[in-house]
């Protein structure tokens, strides 16, 4: 079954009517999700940061890059994919471990 996928792509943005302006120090991914799902985790996500003008999510079809580079550390690990696949998050169990001590 061939579904269609959505992702969810936020980050701070230096024109926030123009999602390619995004600074990608600041950009995150989520997903895969169905179209219903990404919209409502993107309105959570603006929601969330409602008083930050230049901060934005936005919901685009396709695919995620399916690498196991995680975007914290940039280091390759075979946990990015499950974490990928459980949480949403293209991050290692290390990076994952320290945020969740250390969450700042």
């Known amino acids: 079954m061939n579904e269609i996928t959505y992702m969810v792509i936020e980050g701070t943005h230096k024109n926030p009517n123009d999602k ?6 600041t950009k995150k ?4 999700f169905n179209k219903k799902k990404a919209e409502d985790f993107a309105a959570g996500l603006i929601q969330k940061n409602v008083d930050n003008y230049y901060h934005r999510a936005w919901v685009v079809k396709g695919q995620v890059n399916l690498n196991n580079i995680c ?3 940039k280091n390759d690990s075979p946990t ?4 990928l696949m459980m949480h949403g998050y293209k991050i290692c169990d290390s990076c ?4 969740t001590i ?3």
């Open 102 to 104: 250390f969450p700042i």
């Open 29 to 32: 991914i989520y997903g895969p």
């Open 80 to 83: 990015v994919i499950q974490n």
């Open 96 to 99: 994952k471990l320290s945020k």
């Open 20 to 25: 390619s302006t995004i600074i990608k120090k």
């Open 71 to 73: 975007e914290e550390c």
